[in-house]
């Protein structure tokens, strides 16, 4: 039977927690990197600075993505994490399931030498929810929860796989920390890329 690893991409694939809370700072002047973090405890999507003291204090004109997408060009991967890709996928299919939209994504990947390895990129353009994302993955590939693991550096993205029956394993080299990880429950929680691997191929033997 098939395996899919579904993959978040900002924080597990690529280093871009300075670039995505520069932006979102720049909306709102008085964001702490607190504050900005604790809006991944949940869908990112849902947040919009809402949990700060001084969300009415933040521009409206100006789009994340906008500003966000032209320092993708500078965003680095993730020491590593290249060859762990490419080990999964001889035996696994891969997917990104990001709320970054997919075009960038695919530019990046492209341009790192990744884009043969995805079967499929899944941005925030395709669904704001990483929720309904998983149930299209299931309904496409003919597949169920158990046949996939996802990976993710997020409180948020492990609440919203816990919805869909999808295990997660996270990751501490990206937004949250092992402590914010631990709340969402885990299979494991990896402390480098490395490890991926052994982690992938212990969870479905």
């Known amino acids: 039977m098939q395996k899919f690893i ?57 789009d994340f993505f906008t500003e966000y997408v032209p320092k993708m060009k500078d965003i680095d991967l993730v020491p590593g994490i290249k060859d762990v890709i490419e080990q999964l996928a001889k035996s696994y299919t891969l997917i990104i399931v990001s709320s970054t939209i997919t075009m960038p994504i695919q530019e990046l990947v492209d341009r790192t030498g990744l884009a043969s390895y995805f079967a499929e990129i899944l ?51 990206g937004f949250h920390s092992q402590e914010t990880l631990q709340r969402g429950n885990p299979v494991s929680i990896m402390d480098s890329p490395e490890d991926l691997v052994t982690a992938v191929n212990n969870y479905f033997t």
């Open 123 to 173: 941005g925030n353009d395709v669904h704001n929810s990483k929720v309904e994302k998983i149930k299209m993955i299931f309904q496409k590939y003919n597949t169920t929860a158990e046949h996939c693991i996802f990976v993710t550096d997020t409180l948020g993205d492990l609440r919203e796989a816990e919805k869909t029956g999808v295990k997660a394993i996270a990751v501490s080299w």
């Open 6 to 62: 579904l993959f978040d991409f900002d924080g597990v694939i690529v280093d871009s927690f300075e670039p995505a809370f520069e932006v979102s700072k720049k909306a709102c002047p008085h964001l702490t990197i607190e504050e900005y973090k604790r809006g991944f405890e949940g869908n990112i999507n849902e947040w919009k600075g809402a949990e700060s003291e001084h969300t009415e204090q933040c521009r409206s004109d100006i």
